[in-house]
């Protein structure tokens, strides 16, 4: 089996939080080599996010469980933008690699020397990945924010929460994430076109686009009918009735039911129900839709007869009915499901334990997910990373004293002894 599908490409991150670390992570996930480039004097902020190293000899230590979940398998190069040495470095690297990803404010890379038109001259055959709220151009473009600001202004956050209520926020960085898949998927389309063209070219990722690209359906409707319709929020029921949506079960738990037009007369059934196939006040989706508060009603009615939730799910899949308990993500982490297929990875690391991350949201036929894993400390790739370029160990040393490279002093031991052995991506 091949070592990766991407092996032989050669990424440079320059991004942090959880937006660009996570595309640069799928693409080392696949094998690519990714040097992070972080930013003196410490480094990616999400190293101070999540559990720090358990022995108290490494406290300070640069690594946390948030840091490696969204950047395992990278090589870490410190050093400080702002110093025309670290951007000269960064010019050098440019021309050695396939593929830039940058997450700054839309002009800072423009501002230091370093946009696409310039970078281009150097390597035509650059792919260079832009992520940002709003993308490079365009009212919102100069706005900075982060996951919660662009599910805002997508019109996201209104439809979320119950009806009589304010909008809700989710509580995990969906837009994030899924605008760092979004990024991966048009490096790779990018990589795509060079390999026919052999020309590079800029791409972008944003999270208001990805977020406005979460619509299911209702961007058509309001565009038809204008001010005439207006999605509202309807908790935990679909807008569009079904029955779709969470119902309460025995002993305080929830399950999830999603019923096509199709599957009602099944439902019916399977409640001990048949008449209301029949009944006019359901016989269209749109009057299931009107009168779904009765249908609440009747489901969690005949729930509330069952021993336990396991027995509703058994006799609902009896009825073929599409339906799953609601886990909480402790019980979803131990789900024999996801552990079989590795969609909760276990990793270990030699100062934070041992925990898990997710996997790859893929499956390949050709090519397995490494469960290898190791994230470096802040700088911890310095020296090989440029020595790669060809600097030798006294201009490397020199930077250090210039202060345009900074590394963990930890990466030596808490007491300047060897570090505890690594295990190799």
């Known amino acids: 089996m091949p070592s990766g599908m991407l092996t032989g490409y050669r990424v440079l991150d320059i991004t942090q939080f959880v937006a660009g670390p996570v595309c640069s992570r799928l693409l080392a996930d696949a094998g690519a080599e990714v040097i992070k480039v972080e930013l003196a ?16 000899a490494y406290r300070k230590s640069s690594r946390s469980t948030y840091y490696f979940q969204h950047n395992h398998s990278k090589r870490s190069l410190a050093l400080d933008f702002k110093h025309p040495k670290a951007r000269q470095i960064l010019r050098d690297l440019v021309a050695k690699v396939d593929v830039l990803v940058e997450n700054f404010a839309p002009g800072v890379m423009a501002r230091a020397g370093l946009s696409y038109e310039e970078l281009s001259r150097i390597n035509p055959r650059l792919v260079m990945c ?25 019109g996201i956050t209104h439809m979320i929460g119950e009806p009589d209520r304010p909008p809700a926020q989710l509580p995990i960085a969906i837009g994030d994430v899924s605008t760092g898949v979004s990024a991966a998927m048009a490096v790779g389309f990018a990589l795509l076109h060079r390999e026919r ?53 025995p002993g305080g ?97 030699d100062q934070l334990g041992e925990f898990a991350v997710p996997g790859m949201p893929v499956r390949f036929s050709d090519w397995e997910q490494p469960t290898d894993l ?8 310095n020296e090989a990373v440029l020595g790669e370029l060809g600097l030798g160990p006294e201009e490397i040393q020199a930077l250090y004293a210039e202060k345009v490279l900074v590394r963990d002093p930890l990466i030596d031991g808490p007491s300047g002894a060897p570090a505890p052995a690594r295990r190799s991506a």
């Open 41 to 56: 004097p410490f480094g990616d902020r999400a190293r101070v996010q999540g559990f720090k190293p358990r022995d108290p």
């Open 253 to 349: 738990t929830f399950v999830c039911i999603a019923v096509l037009p199709h599957q009602w007369v099944d439902l019916a059934g399977a409640i001990g129900r048949p008449d209301l196939a029949q009944a006019e006040r359901f016989a269209t989706p749109h009057l299931r839709r009107d009168n779904n508060p009765e249908i609440v009603e009747l489901v969690e009615g005949w729930l509330a007869g069952f021993p336990s939730r396991e027995a509703a799910i058994a006799e609902l899949e009896r009825h073929r009915i599409p339906c799953a308990p609601v886990l909480t993500l402790n019980e979803a982490m131990v789900h024999p499901h996801l552990v079989e297929r590795g969609t909760v990875r276990p990793v270990h690391d």
């Open 130 to 154: 832009s992520i940002s709220l709003g993308g490079q151009t365009g009212p919102l473009s100069a706005k900075p924010g982060y996951d919660y600001v662009a599910q805002a202004y997508a």
């Open 374 to 381: 190791r994230a470096d400390m802040v700088g911890e790739s």
């Open 197 to 249: 063209t052999g020309r590079g070219q800029h791409v972008e990722a944003t999270l208001v686009d990805t977020y406005f690209h979460m619509h299911e359906s209702n961007v058509p409707k309001v565009a038809i009918r204008g001010d005439g319709f207006a999605p509202a929020r309807s908790g935990s029921q679909h807008p569009d009735g079904g029955p779709m949506g969470i119902f309460r079960a």
